[in-house]
């Protein structure tokens, strides 16, 4: 049974860091593609950033230069360290896994004040 579980979220002000972790289990994340997509209020759920077995990093363009995914295999946690925090940055974060079928944490939420 996979499960991931997200942490690291709360209420910052804009231009702070916060740094999400999303330790999973059922799953070996060196082997898989991992994500982290956001989703607001009577939207779509995004791509926020993805990293792939191989260690390729993509990101949307709206967090480009100020957010990077990474993870620790020996942990089996992946990070999403997000630096110069803006107010449209607010949402709930989910940590995303490919494997036999997509897999999704519960969601952490971001508040980013002006």
């Known amino acids: 049974q996979v499960q991931l579980v997200e942490s690291g979220g709360g209420l910052v002000q804009a231009g702070g860091s916060l740094r999400l972790s999303c330790a999973a289990s059922?799953?070996?994340?060196?082997?898989?593609?991992m994500g982290w997509y956001r989703q607001t209020p009577g939207n779509q759920r995004e791509l926020g950033a993805t990293?792939?077995?191989?260690?390729?990093?993509k990101y949307a363009d709206s967090v480009k230069g100020r957010f990077t995914i990474s993870r620790d295999n020996a942990k089996n946690t992946v990070y999403l360290q997000m630096n110069s925090l803006k107010p449209e940055d607010t949402a709930v974060y989910y940590c995303?896994?490919?494997?036999?079928?997509?897999?999704w944490g519960q969601g952490t939420q971001v508040t980013v004040s002006s």
């Open positions: 995303y896994a490919e494997g036999f079928r997509d897999y």
């Open positions: 059922g799953i070996i994340v060196s082997f898989a593609t």
């Open positions: 990293i792939t077995r191989g260690g390729s990093t």
